[in-house]
DNA sequence: CACGGAACCAATTGCCAATTGGTTCGAGGT
DNA sequence: ACCTCGAACCAATTGGCAATTGGTTCCGTG
């Protein structure tokens, strides 16, 4: 940000300091760097000095601070974690209907290619007990379980994370309560229907046939979960259902990583 | 587990008490139970007893317990984090890039899709940048940016999570160095070339062609990580490069979500 | 007016005690 | 001899407190 040109006489010797600093310590184990206070008592400047010269160090990328932690050698690390609040508040439910028709047919098409007698067998159970289900509850048990088994039998465990966080979003209580307004005995029979279809063309080894069947069955889902939302909702006895629409996504806003 | 045939009276007595206070309780805002040891005094049975009790309804997904935390009733809520360093334990290298061969191209059609002549523009620019860098470290920063760039472009929120999940398991140290030894002047040249035949498929809405040309690029990528993991390491300077290896994938092992 | 030092704010860590589910072991009764 | 129960112990979590540390504001000094 700040120009060096426009830097302090005792900033930019802190700066130089600094720098030879990290060169010595660049192949240390000691990748934290002292207190500011300590530091600036050190190099004998004061510590607004130290830290617009940090500053800069920092925005180069060879350090990187943080309040209450200290400061540290090298760039910063990414966080371990990702944040499913932070990620469910961003997407729309319609964003996450695009996503698994994007991405479950591919899995069914690894599936059809990966899987073992063992592997089919199972699906076939699921399938089934998807089928002999008769409670609502139940039947979304099984139907969850089905897909997630395909995404298993697809095997690669990196996909298979990718297949959870878009589960985890959609199972989000918020968008739970979209698929129960969805939710018809007509429809539940056509599912069972395109469930056999995909397990049968995964037991045949029949990969497009896969992609395909499952991509035909998360479009009649999509179509569903369309016409809800489009339908003026009748039993409007749920004030939070204004929280499910949040229609805008405005791109410059679409940041998770640094 | 067990049967219930086989629980002592005590037991049964405790789970018929205790399924009458879930009822009572399930539209209460109290969702925790006390701690065992009071809720055994106060039914008037041992704390054995009771845990037997609690352990058959857990099993039923009524409650869920957790040690230091306590008993309460409804489904166990799915953790709102997704650990990375569980992820990248998982994943080989190869996945990695299976995954992204699957995933990108589709990003890369999206892209071509939604693009809006001022992601154009900034997709050519970041092309540019890719081929202007110099030093190995930019021209990596500038690579993960385009790609990052066009996955933005798709506009899908929970599609570009997904391209962050991926990328941040690519960017892991382990296998940051592995890349290293996969880099060299020629193969660069023709990254910058590919890159800018995938910015130009979607400069030109070519959904299709935008969606090749990811691919090649990926397909090339991918044909050099082989090609080093598949070559005797010359250079076996780094005692770590076993970790890298992880050759088997339980599929049993294979679990994310609950 | 600009720079620097001091004081204050806010986030993080480490520690300790209390709480709570999980486990083991022995007493006591059938 | 076996099973059941109570007690003690183990392990994980939470909450509060103090200390540390980067971030910010304010005022004095030159």
Chains 1, 2 share one sequence.
Request: hydrophobic share 40%; charged share 30%.
């Amino acid at each position: 940000m700040a120009p060096l040109d426009t830097l302090p006489d005792s900033s930019n010797a802190a700066l130089e300091r600094l720098r030879a600093l990290l060169e010595a310590a660049s192949s240390q184990k000691e990748q934290r760097l002292p207190p500011e206070r300590v530091l600036a008592a050190q190099i004998g400047i004061g510590r607004p000095a130290l830290r617009r010269a940090l500053e800069v160090l920092e925005a180069e990328g060879r350090i990187w601070r943080h309040q209450g932690k200290g400061t540290f050698i090298g760039p910063r690390p990414s966080e371990p974690h990702i944040d499913m609040e932070e990620v469910s508040k961003r997407t729309h439910p319609l964003e996450v209907m695009d996503a698994r028709m994007e991405i479950e047919p591919m899995l069914a098409r690894l599936a059809a290619l990966r899987a073992s007698n063992g592997d089919v067998e199972r699906l076939v159970r699921l399938a089934n007990k998807t089928a002999e289900s008769f409670d609502a509850d139940g039947r979304e048990l099984w139907d969850s379980a089905l897909h997630r088994a395909i995404a298993e039998v697809a095997g690669n465990s990196l996909l298979l994370a990718v297949f959870d966080l878009i589960n985890r979003v959609r199972q989000d209580r918020t968008w739970q309560q979209l698929r129960e307004r969805a939710r018809s005995e007509e429809r539940q029979r056509i599912y069972v229907e395109q469930h056999r279809r995909v397990v049968a063309a995964v037991a045949q080894r029949e990969a497009a046939a896969a992609e395909g069947a499952m991509r035909e069955h998360l479009s009649f889902v999509r179509d569903g979960l369309l016409r809800i939302m489009t339908h003026s909702q009748v039993g409007g006895d749920d004030p939070h259902s204004v929280e499910t629409t949040m229609p805008f996504n405005d791109k410059k806003e679409l940041q998770h990583g640094t």
